[in-house]
């Protein structure tokens, strides 16, 4: 999993999960690098509490910013 952090006026923070050959999408990608991300989202239920997943799937490395 890594953390990004949207570019927005009020910026959060969103952990995003990398598994199997999608790690390797994360070469080369430096704290403070501009990536576009295509992810999936799924969610899950658990005793009545609901969970979101963000799960990696396209990274482009813009660079800096």
Request: aromatic share 8%; with cysteine; hydrophobic share 30%.
């Amino acid at each position: 999993s890594d953390v990004c952090s949207s570019d927005l006026q009020y910026p959060q923070d969103i952990l995003i999960q990398a598994v199997n050959s999608k790690i390797d999408l994360l070469n080369g990608v430096k704290e403070g690098d501009m990536v576009t991300i295509k992810f999936h989202l799924r969610g899950k239920e658990n005793k009545g509490k609901y969970y979101n997943e963000l799960s990696l799937y396209s990274l482009i490395n813009t660079g800096r910013d």
